[in-house]
């Protein structure tokens, strides 16, 4: 006590110039935060990590390289993430557990404070615990050593085998042999939703987007950023926001008003851009996994506005099953990766005949069943008197007959017709029901490889998945 009472002194003696003074604006996630009492992000730390942090900022401030200091202020934000007083201790991995670690700011009853400086373990050359300096520029060394030397992990036989990427390297400039070899990096911090990509310019696109209400990005990310922000002091006009809030942000958000509609258009534009500004034919590579099966209808709307179509669907791990993040709240242990192509034009006669008429025929049909009496069931409560037609019935006046007239065709004041593409967009996610339902939360091997069919071996039944057939 008598150490950390000195801590406070000294802070007391300091003129702080990078500790944040932002309030914590209301938020679907921050309002945990405010029923606990906090109302600025300063007071989420202790007077010792107030000073620990202070005066980290100023060595950082201080370096003359540019890189350098950057690089030291993103090890910061992963520091911050530890040097607060919401970390909480993990019993079992016996060290402190970052204020993240369930994707939001779960407020626990025993805090655990990390050493600042971390601990270095001479005799393993580690470090002890997590969320000191030390244990911070460790991980970030081990980043840029992957950056050198890319690999995969395959499991073999209960083990783990890292597979080198060969001639791949991730950066802008290297020298091999003394000759360097470059690379053309660009970095857009703003909306997908607003990428001018030439058109048919891309051999790829890879992307992993939020999963709807999941997790509020923004909310979380402005408890580093406004230390950031201090601490940049840039005129680049990437830190003049106050926060990292963003309308166009694609997250479901009660206080933001942004629902599944928002989340629908907002992925729709985006996927629609990046089909745009892909070749004929390349990937865009995405994963999605929720626990809520409404939220994957707006992935099949976005995958069909961007005229894609789903080539294979393949099953991977999420967060691993025992994981604090996921342990106990019912989520999915599967992630999806969604490998989706363009398609050009496709004559009708593909559709409609050999060798899926028969299928889409049935599926169709179930589908249109469904969509019927659900609009039978709302024209019905709201009192209104409808005619519903039979199956390829003629109707005077009518070239090909409506599905409903209202209130009859004696005297048609309205129609209603479902077209091709509704169904079409229902169908696909009737194929997404499927996999979810088939996959949510059991164990499973994966076989599946991108030729239209997604073949999944589960528990030793091999259950295929077309997802294709339009
Ligand atoms: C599932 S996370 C991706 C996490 C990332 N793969 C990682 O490992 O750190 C989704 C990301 O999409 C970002 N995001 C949300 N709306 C966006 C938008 N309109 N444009 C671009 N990114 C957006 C979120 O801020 C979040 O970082």
């Known amino acids: 006590m008598a150490r950390y009472e000195e801590a406070s002194g000294t802070l007391a003696r300091l003129n702080p110039v990078y500790i944040p003074g932002d309030e914590i604006p209301p938020g679907d996630e921050t309002a945990r935060l405010h029923r606990w009492g906090y109302r600025r992000y300063r007071e989420m730390f202790n007077d010792r990590q107030l000073l620990g942090l202070e005066l980290s900022c100023r060595v950082i401030a201080g370096q003359a390289d540019e890189k350098i200091r ?4 993103t090890n910061l934000s992963d520091l911050l993430r530890y040097q607060n007083m919401l970390c909480r201790y993990d019993p079992m991995a016996l060290k402190s557990l970052d204020i993240f670690s369930v994707h939001g700011f779960p407020v626990g009853l025993i805090q655990c404070e990390s050493n600042l400086l971390g601990i ?3 005799r393993k050359g580690s470090n002890v615990g997590s969320g000191g300096w030390s244990n911070i520029i460790s991980k970030y060394e081990r980043a840029k050593a992957y950056c050198e030397n890319p690999f995969e992990i395959r499991h073999q ?33 703003c909306s997908s939703t607003f990428s001018g990509l030439p ?25 580093c950023y406004v230390w950031l922000r201090r601490l940049a002091g840039d005129n680049s006009g990437v830190f003049d926001k106050s926060s990292t809030r963003d309308e166009n942000e694609l997250t479901g958000n009660i206080i933001m008003e942004r629902g599944l509609s928002h989340f629908t258009e907002g992925l729709a534009a985006v996927f629609k851009k990046m089909a745009a500004a892909l070749k004929q034919g390349a990937p865009l590579v995405f994963t999605f ?8 209808l707006p992935v099949a ?27 106990g709240t019912g989520s999915s242990v599967i992630d999806t990766v969604f490998v989706c192509r363009s398609t050009g034009s496709v004559s009708r006669h593909i559709i409609v005949s050999r060798p899926f008429a028969g299928h889409r025929d049935s599926v169709s ?5 469904s969509l019927e009496s659900a609009i039978e069931d709302v024209l019905t409560r709201a009192g209104i008197s409808y005619r519903k037609t039979k199956r390829a019935e003629r109707i005077a006046g009518f070239d090909q007959s409506p599905d409903f007239i209202i209130p009859s065709e004696f005297n048609p004041q309205v129609v209603i017709e479902m077209n091709l593409e509704h169904r079409l967009r229902l169908l696909y996610c009737h194929f997404i029901y499927a996999i979810l339902e088939t996959f949510g939360g059991q164990s499973y091997t994966v076989n599946a490889v991108d030729h239209g069919f997604g073949g999944f071996c589960l528990e030793g039944t091999i259950i295929l998945v077309f997802l294709s057939l339009f």
């Not at 950057?70 to 202020?73: V, Y």
């Not at 048919?200 to 709807?212: C, G, N, R």
């Not at 709307?301 to 342990?327: F, Q, R, Y």
């Open 70 to 73: 950057n690089a030291l202020a």
């Open 120 to 122: 270095p373990d001479g």
């Open 157 to 189: 036989g209960g083990r783990k085998k890292i597979v080198p990427v060969k001639g791949e390297w991730i950066g802008e400039k290297r020298f091999v042999s003394n000759m360097p070899e470059e690379k053309s990096v660009e970095l857009y911090c």
């Open 199 to 223: 058109p048919a310019s891309l051999d790829a696109v890879m992307t992993d987007p939020p999963y709807f209400a999941n997790v509020q990005y923004a909310e979380l990310m402005d408890f």
């Open 289 to 296: 996994h929720h626990n809520t099966i409404e939220a994957y």
């Open 301 to 327: 709307v976005a995958i069909l506005d961007a005229g894609l179509t789903c080539s294979a669907s393949i099953p991977c791990s999420a967060e691993m099953g025992a994981s604090i993040h996921i342990n």
């Open 365 to 369: 049909e179930l589908v249109g069943d």
